[in-house]
């Protein structure tokens, strides 16, 4: 709050600390308990530079559910035999859709599916009787996943540092961004259970990294496992949903509801709606064709309301915003999509080229926001992680087809709607968030696929200064990496 200089995206809020360089993030926790996490926010940098911050109950306080025996973070992973930066940058030469991923990871570590690496396999203990804490965290570049293990069940009790009403299920789905806090029992035979993830894959015909990385629930009274060179009896598998298992994914999805009553905003300022989805360029003239390696010889790109979002290369979004910095960013992002179209089918061809842009939309202190957010069929639908940076919002209402507002207003959860700070809008469907803009700065709102910001699935909010110190951004740090 109020201190979006420690928000963290390069060329948003700061210029990307230098090489040799050092800046120190100062920032105050309010009002959120639960599993967060801190990335990189550089181009891809965030493939392998990550941890979780885990915020518990002030002293004194406790959990709303029995206290867990023991607390274990799973921070899942994407890895490539490649360095990620090189990957991207191939993507951005040729126009293609970058090489996949190798594997998947938990806690840095691939697992026993993979022919290299079973010696180094995760293992998370676990005792008779225990209730204990997992803290699950996607922090996979370009892959939502499913979460599961072998013969046991979760209570989902929070995501993305909001408690949630706990509720019993036995798979869990992760976008990128997202974490989910689950208590697990141990009240199966003592043995070694395996914990799994694999991809959920909503976008027909795309390649992807259909591997599975595991770790290992291990019983303390468990027999040991085999001396070295013979082999003792094998983790118990789980069995996964299928990659493109959407229906498991909207049951999950509108199981979440927050505790108790909330306060969602009802008097609602800004009504938005904004489609987000993917695009192809025409291969620009003075390009040779192995620069537009897409879809029959075009570039991949990506846009909300068909704006492709370019990043400033000489300041930060913040900077020009706090010093009035002219030719920077406009503020004409569209409200509603500039056409309108049947978002989830046939879409017409002449619609697939959006208008890059640094295009940002500007927000009143303390007004309450509504935004439709909207999946296309332009390329091929998916499910869109879309993070928005400096609040947690309100999911109110998701479903598939184009969003009605005369029909699918009745549906809208205001009693107990989840909070999050990541949403996954659902592949050919639509996802419906509120919140009220309390934070002043300017916060880039993405989706959580790294591939896809890379070709321009973002868009920014100014929210202007209230009135007095209180409701003001506060000055730069002098530490502020400099451009």
């Not at 911050?53 to 306080?61: A, C, D, S, T, V």
């Not at 406790?62 to 973070?73: G, I, L, M, N, Q």
């Not at 468990?222 to 994914?249: E, F, H, Q, R």
């Amino acid at each position: 709050m109020r201190t979006g200089w420690a928000d963290g995206p390069e060329f948003v809020t700061q210029c990307p600390i230098r090489p040799g360089g050092s800046y120190t993030y100062r920032f105050t926790i309010e009002g959120q308990e639960g599993t967060l996490w801190w990335h990189a926010h550089s181009s891809w940098l965030r493939a392998t530079v990550y941890g979780a911050i885990i915020i518990r109950p002030r002293e004194g306080e406790s959990y709303p559910f029995p206290k867990p025996k023991r607390e274990t973070e799973i921070i899942l992973g994407e890895w490539w035999d490649a360095n990620p930066m090189d990957v991207v940058r191939q993507a951005t030469m040729t126009g293609a859709a970058p090489n996949n991923s190798d594997a998947y990871t938990i806690n840095g570590q691939p697992g026993d599916l993979y022919k290299c690496s079973s010696k180094d396999t995760t293992i998370v203990p676990i005792d008779v009787g225990e209730t204990n804490l997992l803290r699950v965290i996607n922090a996979a570049l370009n892959q939502p996943l499913f979460f599961t293990v072998a013969n046991h069940k979760f209570t989902v009790v929070g995501a993305d540092a909001s408690y949630l009403k706990p509720f019993t299920t036995s798979v869990i789905m992760l976008g990128p961004g997202q974490t989910t806090d689950v208590l697990i029992q141990g009240n199966q035979l003592p043995a070694r259970y395996y914990m799994a993830a694999r991809a959920y894959q909503s976008a027909q015909n795309a390649p992807f990294d259909n591997t599975t990385t595991t770790a290992i629930l291990e019983y303390k009274s468990a027999p040991c496992p085999a001396k070295k060179g013979i082999n003792g009896p094998k983790p118990i598998m789980p069995s996964l949903p299928a990659y493109n298992d959407t229906n498991t994914v909207t049951s999950f999805s509108q199981s979440l509801r927050s505790p108790r009553k909330v306060e969602v905003p009802t008097e609602i300022d800004e009504s938005l709606f904004f489609t987000v989805g993917l695009g192809l360029n025409n291969c620009p003239p003075n390009f040779p064709s192995s620069r537009c390696q897409g879809p029959n010889g075009t570039r991949f790109t990506a846009s909300m309301n068909n704006v492709s979002f370019v990043f400033p290369q000489n300041f930060s979004l913040l900077q020009a915003h706090q010093h009035g910095i002219p030719g920077v960013f406009t503020t004409d992002f569209p409200a509603t999509p500039p056409l309108k179209f049947d978002y989830t089918g046939n879409v017409s061809q002449s619609l697939y080229q959006p208008v890059p842009g640094t295009k940002l939309y500007k927000l009143k202190y303390g007004s309450k926001v509504q935004i439709v957010l909207q999946d296309t069929s332009i390329v091929t639908p998916e499910n869109h992680p879309i993070h928005l940076h400096g609040y947690d919002f309100y999911i109110v209402a998701e479903g598939f087809g184009n969003f009605d507002p005369k029909t699918d207003t009745s549906k809208f959860n205001l009693v107990d709607p989840p909070q999050r700070n990541t949403v996954g809008v659902p592949v050919n469907g639509w996802a419906v968030i509120r919140f009220v803009a309390d934070n002043p700065g300017v916060w880039i709102m993405h989706c959580h696929l790294d591939v896809h910001i890379t070709w321009g699935l973002a868009m920014a909010f100014v929210v202007e200064n209230g009135l007095g110190e209180l409701q003001s951004l506060q000055a730069p740090p002098p530490d502020l990496p400099i451009c």
